[in-house]
């Protein structure tokens, strides 16, 4: 049975739920908790409902905010679709207009397409040229030996040489690149991205002194039904190794490392002409171990649509046939 006073604050909690949420919500709530206190009771004969109003009453809170939550995403999503305007009426952004005016004023298609293969194959001689070789000994001289091992393959300078053409905002990544990255901890930024609130990273060594528990909670991971999946992946692993991309097959014992080591499960997920690998990151924490600061806004479909309207009104104009 309530005490009068359990009965009372109870009564008043509800209320202020119906307030500031909805009668819906607070009628939901009181479910949950009833529920609750019903199972504790049978399952515990010393229950005793006044001790454990406060924690069943969060706990039950805390359900339903996230329910509550999760059903409001869709509502939210409609009503930011709202506020955009449509691509037909929204201008495309500034780069994108940049680009398509230099496109028109080279002419008709044959004219683009011709200026596009000149540029490709200029590109494709000057990534051999002397000039270029040698900056890129000279980038990777000051590298770290698995750095230069990575890297050995790809050409930095004439990559920093294409983003300074094209006036992209981060000329700095190749030297970036040269000195290494963080892939745990809170990223380096250069203040060039919009700045976001991230959640703080989980600390590199407290996740491996939990390493073995974590490996213990993935032990569920097995193999698919589908053989033909299994060793696809399994093949696929293999392929990396001769790329550098991954290193192994080791076993479990050559991984031993006193019991600090992660590892995430990689899925099938079949495509039209292949079956794709995909690594779960989420499933083993390893996500959790890194930070990232900033936001970058990709193209979205939007914009293209923008463009290749914006495209489509300049042939129009001047009389010009094109396919979109």
């Given at each position: 049975?309530?005490?009068?006073?359990?009965?009372?604050?109870?009564?008043?909690?509800?209320?202020?739920?119906?307030?500031?949420?909805?009668?819906?919500?607070?009628?939901?709530?009181?479910?949950?908790?009833?529920?609750?206190w019903?199972?504790?009771?049978?399952?515990n004969?010393?229950?005793d409902?006044?001790?454990?109003?406060?924690?069943?009453?969060?706990?039950?809170?805390?359900?339903?905010?996230?329910?509550?939550?999760?059903?409001?995403?869709?509502?939210?999503?409609?009503?930011?679709?709202?506020?955009t305007?449509?691509?037909?009426?929204?201008?495309?952004?500034?780069?994108?207009?940049?680009?398509?005016?230099?496109a028109?004023?080279?002419?008709?298609?044959?004219?683009?397409?011709?200026?596009?293969?000149?540029?490709?194959?200029?590109?494709?001689?000057?990534?051999?040229?002397?000039?270029?070789?040698?900056?890129?000994?000279?980038?990777?001289?000051?590298?770290?030996?698995?750095?230069?091992h990575?890297?050995?393959?790809?050409?930095?300078?004439?990559?920093?040489?294409?983003?300074?053409?094209?006036?992209h905002?981060?000329?700095?990544?190749?030297?970036?690149?040269?000195?290494?990255?963080?892939?745990?901890?809170?990223?380096?930024?250069?203040?060039?991205?919009e700045?976001?609130?991230?959640?703080?990273?989980?600390?590199?060594e407290?996740a491996?002194?939990?390493?073995?528990?974590?490996?213990?909670?993935?032990?569920?991971?097995?193999?698919?039904?589908?053989?033909?999946?299994?060793?696809?992946?399994?093949?696929?692993a293999?392929?990396?190794?001769?790329?550098?991309?991954?290193?192994?097959?080791?076993?479990?014992?050559?991984?031993?490392?006193?019991?600090r080591?992660?590892?995430?499960?990689?899925?099938?997920?079949?495509?039209?002409?292949?079956?794709?690998?995909?690594?779960?990151?989420?499933?083993?924490?390893?996500?959790?171990?890194?930070?990232?600061?900033?936001?970058?806004?990709?193209?979205?479909?939007?914009n293209?649509?923008?463009?290749?309207?914006?495209?489509?009104?300049?042939?129009?104009?001047?009389?010009l046939?094109?396919?979109?």
């Open positions: 049975f309530w005490k009068p006073a359990d009965g009372a604050n109870y009564c008043n909690a509800l209320t202020k739920l119906a307030a500031q949420h909805s009668p819906t919500l607070s009628a939901k709530y009181d479910s949950l908790v009833r529920e609750k019903a199972v504790k009771s049978v399952t004969s010393d229950f409902i006044s001790h454990e109003t406060s924690t069943l009453d969060l706990e039950a809170m805390v359900l339903l905010q996230n329910d509550a939550s999760k059903a409001g995403r869709s509502q939210r999503h409609i009503d930011q679709a709202k506020q305007a449509h691509p037909f009426d929204a201008p495309p952004e500034p780069s994108l207009t940049k680009i398509i005016k230099e028109n004023a080279i002419g008709d298609s044959k004219a683009l397409n011709d200026y596009r293969t000149e540029r490709l194959r200029f590109w494709e001689r000057r990534s051999t040229s002397p000039e270029i070789e040698a900056l890129r000994a000279e980038l990777l001289q000051g590298a770290d030996e698995a750095t230069q990575r890297l050995r393959k790809v050409n930095l300078p004439l990559f920093s040489e294409m983003l300074t053409t094209i006036g905002c981060d000329t700095a990544l190749p030297h970036d690149l040269c000195d290494g990255m963080r892939i745990t901890g809170t990223l380096t930024t250069n203040g060039l991205y700045p976001k609130d991230a959640d703080p990273p989980v600390d590199k407290a491996l002194d939990g390493a073995s528990q974590q490996r213990a909670e993935l032990g569920h991971y097995g193999g698919n039904s589908d053989h033909e999946l299994d060793e696809a992946l399994w093949q696929q293999l392929a990396e190794t001769t790329t550098n991309r991954l290193r192994g097959p080791f076993t479990e014992q050559q991984l031993n490392h006193n019991g080591w992660l590892y995430f499960p990689r899925f099938p997920k079949r495509e039209s002409d292949k079956i794709r690998e995909i690594d779960d990151m989420k499933a083993s924490s390893v996500n959790l171990l890194t930070s990232v600061p900033e936001l970058i806004h990709l193209d979205n479909l939007d293209l649509i923008a463009a290749l309207q914006l495209c489509k009104e300049h042939d129009s104009q001047h009389k046939r094109r396919h979109y």
